[in-house]
């Protein structure tokens, strides 16, 4: 499955973001908006990452970078012992967005992007 021994598997099978918030609570005291998205604590040891780029939440250069500075926040705050990537108005992610397309690519290019989240020293889970 890819995932290093030792490392904690977390499965989320049919686990929306509003199921997930609903579960562990809406703690978003220590929030930070972020460039089109936003990071917010729950549960004071999830670290919560919501993607912010109606209407589908595409990953546009911005949101890219915002994902990559938000993680790093994320991943430096020892009380956090995992994150959780979802959607707001329960839109996970609607993938590349297209509008740049027409343009040289800006931004961290996508595959890094993901690679860093994959090799994160916590565990990383996408509530779709």
Do not use: H, W
Not at 23 to 50: E, K, Q
Not at 69 to 92: H, T, W, Y
């Amino acid at each position: 499955d890819g995932i290093p021994r030792g490392t904690n598997k977390i499965k989320l099978s049919r686990f929306s973001a509003k199921k997930f918030r609903s579960a562990v609570g809406s703690d978003t005291s220590n929030g930070l908006f972020g460039n089109m998205a936003l990071y917010s604590r729950v549960s004071g040891s999830v670290g919560l990452i919501t993607l912010q780029n109606p209407p589908v939440n595409a990953l546009s250069a911005v949101v890219r970078q915002s994902l990559i500075d938000l993680m790093d926040r994320a991943l430096s705050e020892p009380e956090v012992k995992s994150v959780v990537i979802c959607g707001q108005n329960g839109k996970f992610c609607g993938g590349a967005d297209i509008k740049e397309f027409r343009s040289d690519m800006t931004g961290p290019p996508l595959v890094p992007m993901i690679d860093r989240l994959e090799l994160s020293s916590k565990p990383v889970v996408a509530a779709i």
